[in-house]
Structure formats: structure tokens, C-alpha cells
């Protein structure tokens, strides 16, 4: 063998090892995200399910459009949780809300409405 075979076939073997490093280097990286996946969302999925389970509540808003016949009564009805005391006080709640000078409400009007749920959107 001659010196140029001898430093073709080293130059061969040095780049066969940086391709075996650059390929464990992949694969090491692609482990420690899965890894890192599979920790974070059991993580996130006890602390969603401890949060479900100990019976946290979230408030939210929404509008909706009164349709014909609607009251006060009947709206806080469908949508009083047990965080308020008691129906008046969750139509007390919408008066303050809406910004309503009566109890009064007619179809078609929008009125913002507070409801509680366990689920965090």
C-alpha cells in the first residue's frame, strides 16, 4: 500500500466516526425529547387532573341573546352554579353585569352572563 491509499483510507475511517458520533448525538437528542415530552405532559396532565379532582372551578363570561319569553329568572336558573348562594343573588349578579337599571330584559337584546366550570379553557 502506498501513502496516498494509506491517508485515502484513514480520511475514509474518520469519516465513517464523525457520521457514527453526528448519528448517537441524534439519537441521544431525539431520547432526551421524548423523554422530556412524556415527563412534561404527565406533569401537566396529574396537575389538570388534581385541579379537576379537588374541585377547583373556573369563571367565565359569555354573551347570549335573549330570546322571547326569557327572564332573569329563568337565565340564572340554567346557569347558577352553587358558587352563588342562591338564585337573586346570581340575578343581582347580572343586573350588576349588564348594567341594568330594572330586572327587565327584552328578546333580542345581548346580556353577558358569568357561568363557573371545572374544565380550564
Keep these: 500500500?502506498?501513502?496516498?491509499?494509506?491517508?485515502?483510507?484513514?480520511?475514509?475511517?474518520r469519516a465513517r466516526e464523525v457520521a457514527r458520533k453526528r448519528m448517537f448525538l441524534l439519537l441521544a437528542a431525539v431520547l432526551l425529547i421524548v423523554i422530556g415530552c412524556i415527563v412534561f405532559g404527565s406533569i401537566f396532565s396529574s396537575a389538570q387532573a388534581s385541579a379537576e379532582e379537588?374541585?377547583?372551578e373556573y369563571k367565565y363570561y359569555k354573551s347570549i341573546v335573549i330570546e322571547e319569553g326569557d327572564t332573569l329568572w329563568s337565565?340564572?336558573?340554567e346557569y347558577?352554579?352553587?358558587a352563588y348562594s342562591?338564585?337573586?343573588e346570581y340575578i343581582?349578579?347580572?343586573?350588576?353585569?349588564?348594567d341594568l337599571s330594572?330586572?327587565?330584559i327584552h328578546a333580542g337584546q345581548h346580556l353577558v352572563v358569568a357561568y363557573?366550570?371545572?374544565e380550564f379553557k
Excluded at 500500500?1 to 475511517?13: D, V
Excluded at 343581582?92 to 349588564?98: A, F
Design 116 to 118: 363557573y366550570d371545572k
Design 86 to 88: 342562591s338564585t337573586q
Design 80 to 82: 347558577r352554579t352553587d
Design 92 to 98: 343581582d349578579k347580572l343586573i350588576e353585569l349588564n
Design 102 to 104: 330594572s330586572d327587565t
Design 75 to 77: 337565565i340564572a336558573k
Design 54 to 56: 379537588s374541585g377547583i
Design 1 to 13: 500500500m502506498n501513502r496516498q491509499e494509506i491517508r485515502y483510507k484513514a480520511k475514509q475511517r
